[in-house]
């Protein structure tokens, strides 16, 4: 390092707040100060402004109808069709623009304009009519990352049925219980896909989540890896290509939907085992998406933006598809890894396209941080405007490395916390707006309204860690869970609320998450108070990955917890209880791992399996699983007197020192 790089370093080192840089406040889409109290003082009409990004077909009347909560409606008797504000209403001034810049693992691109998506999306819709898709039917799209997955969504909204997007890494088992649950009976799926050049093949893991299905499906297959695999087809399968050159040129009418008609289904971990099917609707999700994009990803139609996210997660939906070709914009869809051919793989796509936005997760800086800044320095990524990052905390080092070295200094950088329930961005700086604290997400986004409260659900001092509630409804909110409206009070408001009460007021949304907030009015989050882990970004439910180890034979209990990780941000940990005959050996470890992968899959994989003869449990009987998270971590243990069982502590901390 030269002397300066040091003195540089030094001073970033030291420095815990940034101004936005001027050149982005300049041309920032959102540059004014007053635009939270602008919101305050009009809400909940300031959601309006969300609602003009997009076009009605029927203007609604009301923007909020809060008489039943927490099942409140947004823009209620408004109509309008997500396909065509994606691309329809593009066509007559960016007809000819990319929406669509598709990057293979193995180099090769597709390159789709506004009009391209259009005919695209209306062939893949004629044909999934023919098919006997109609409104309200749920399809669910288990896909890789290629183009046809995002047609296929665009097609399903086209044609107003909710599509179910599995993310292709999860198991066979994982696509029957949501198809199963969604009493879905279409399929789009994929013969498979490359990874680190491989052909990796996908299409038996999907007829094999479909045997575990209880109702017909039909299938709709893409071919991804062409005569390097001939794959199988179930006699109800159609190839998807065939299908499409049937519907050559056709057209579909978009279908007027109710704003608060589904948009999709989209399963995620909660602390029970079984996955939640949270329901996003049409007005509400795509206004919220379409404004975030404007306000916090700075999207305009000229640029080109990248989310490195997979489809398969809400990061993806909101800010690969809906977002950006809502905005009209370039969107950016890459198929690989990060490091293949080689560990400077996105900087060559940065460059070589002019990427003027990029929004990835802590976890990949983290890597790139280890894999260090040669590999950026290689690029010219002078044509970045702004960088974001989702999904879990990012730690301050990360941030500034992120800052300094992908974004030269000059790149605002958004920490933006949200859910797959929030639909999109809740808590961040506006770019050009606040200045950046790295560790700190921001303030909530003007509008929200978020406070962290105690045990008893009083607002906790400034500095204070706590929950972090959001105590008024927002358009993008999920509307329930997927048929069954009491477990979403149970999940997300029955803490915090008045249950019995009919004022919106006495409603709180509890995201179970911990947070603390600083004078200034800007959250920290803290990471999730439930049973779930997030593993390089992924959301995961320890009980989900505890009940798939169970099911593994000669396992008596499992208890998984979620330990630190360097570049995963946390790792799962699985102590386990074999059942007497069964001795905790290498065969029963590779089988637990085999179990969670065929379970949930690779995502979830268990960094250590520690077998050990009991688990601490209080008196009551609970496993301490804070205390089994500590062992993870290699802590000083703090007070073991109300466990019932004390001397398994050390010879648990025995077992994990030598594994
Ligand atoms: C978008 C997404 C949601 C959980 C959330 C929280 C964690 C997300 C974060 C963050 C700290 C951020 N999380 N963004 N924690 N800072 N900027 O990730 O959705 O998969 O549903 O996960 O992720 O714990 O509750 P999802």
């Known amino acids: 390092m030269s002397e300066q790089d040091i003195e540089l370093e030094a001073r970033l080192a030291e420095q815990d707040e940034f101004e936005p840089p001027g050149s ?16 305050a003082e009009d809400w909940p009409g300031c959601w309006e402004h969300a609602a003009a990004l997009l076009d009605w077909s029927t203007a609604y009347e009301q923007v909020l109808d809060d008489s039943n909560p927490p099942f409140y409606e947004w823009f209620t008797g408004g109509e309008l069709n997500a396909s065509a504000n994606c691309l329809d209403r593009h066509l007559d001034e960016r007809g000819d623009e990319t929406a669509i810049e598709w990057i293979g693992e193995l180099g090769e691109t597709r390159t789709y304009t506004y009009r391209d998506l259009h005919r695209e999306v209306n062939e893949f819709a004629a044909a999934l009519r023919e098919q006997g898709v109609e409104a309200d039917d749920v399809v669910t799209l288990y896909m890789p990352m290629v183009p046809e997955l995002p047609i296929a969504m665009l097609a399903c909204a086209r044609l107003g049925a909710p599509h179910s997007v599995v993310f292709a890494g999860f198991s066979a088992n994982a696509l029957a219980t949501r198809m199963e649950s969604a009493d879905s009976s279409v399929l789009v799926t994929c013969d498979g896909y490359y990874r680190r050049g491989e052909a990796l093949e996908h299409k038996p893991k999907a007829d094999e989540g479909v045997a575990g299905v209880g109702h017909d499906v039909t299938g709709v297959v893409v071919d991804r890896l062409g005569d390097e695999y001939d794959h199988p087809m179930r006699e109800t399968d159609h190839d998807y290509d065939a299908l499409v050159a049937d519907h050559a040129e056709s057209e579909v009418e978009p279908v007027a939907r109710d704003a608060e008609d589904m948009l999709f289904l989209m399963y ?21 998406v379409a404004w975030t994009s404007h306000a916090v990803l700075d999207v305009k139609p000229e640029d080109t933006y990248w989310c490195s996210a997979d489809i398969g997660w809400i990061t993806g939906h909101s800010y690969i598809v809906y977002g950006p070709l809502s905005s009209g914009t370039t969107t950016v869809m890459y198929e690989g890894t990060p490091d293949y051919p080689d560990k400077d793989r996105l900087w060559e796509i940065v460059d070589e396209y002019d990427v003027t936005q990029l929004y990835t997760a802590p976890t990949a800086i983290r890597s790139f941080m280890k894999w260090g ?12 405007r702004l960088l974001g990052t989702v999904g879990e905390p990012i730690n301050p080092r990360a941030w500034k490395w992120y800052y300094r070295h992908i974004g030269s200094e000059s790149c605002p950088v958004v920490d933006t916390w949200w859910q797959t329930e929030t639909g999109g961005m809740m808590v961040t700086t506006l770019p050009g707006v606040g200045n950046m604290k790295p560790g700190s997400a921001g303030p909530p986004l003007p509008g929200v309204d978020a406070d962290i409260v105690d045990a008893a659900g009083e607002t906790v001092a400034a500095g204070q860690a706590g929950y972090l509630t959001i105590q008024k409804p927002w358009p993008g909110m999920l509307r329930t869970l997927y048929r069954n409206d009491e477990r979403f009070i149970e999940e997300y408001w029955a803490e915090y609320s008045d249950t019995d009460s009919e004022d919106p007021d ?18 920290t989050v803290l990471g999730r108070v439930d049973d779930v882990i997030n593993v390089s970004g992924h959301r995961l439910g320890t009980m989900e990955i505890e009940s798939a180890i169970v099911g593994v034979e000669g396992v008596a209990e499992a208890a998984v917890v979620g330990g630190d990780h ?3 941000g946390e790792a799962v940990y699985a102590y386990v209880i074999t059942e007497d005959g069964y001795a905790g050996d290498d065969g029963m470890r590779d089988g637990i791992i085999a179990g969670v992968e065929d379970g949930i899959g690779p995502i979830a994989r268990p960094e250590a399996v520690v077998f050990t003869p009991e688990l601490p449990k209080t008196r009551s009987g609970k496993i301490m699983r804070r205390l089994l998270e500590d062992i993870a971590n290699g802590e000083e243990l703090g007070n073991t007197n109300t466990l019932r069982n004390p001397e398994i502590v050390e010879e648990i901390q025995q077992h994990v020192g030598g594994s």
Do not use: C, M
């Not at 995201?511 to 004078?519: M, N, S, T, V, Y």
């Open 24 to 39: 982005f406040v300049e041309q920032a889409n959102v540059s004014d100060p007053s635009i939270y109290d602008e919101f």
């Open 268 to 288: 995620t971990s909660g602390t029970t085992g079984e996955p939640k099917g949270v329901k996003h609707t049409t007005g509400g999700y795509l206004s919220w």
């Open 373 to 384: 800044e040669e590999y950026p320095a290689r690029h010219d990524l002078s044509s970045l």
């Open 506 to 523: 006495d409603w709180v949304y509890f995201p179970e998450d911990g947070a603390k907030i600083d004078d200034d009015g800007y959250l």
């Open 566 to 568: 360097e570049v995963k």
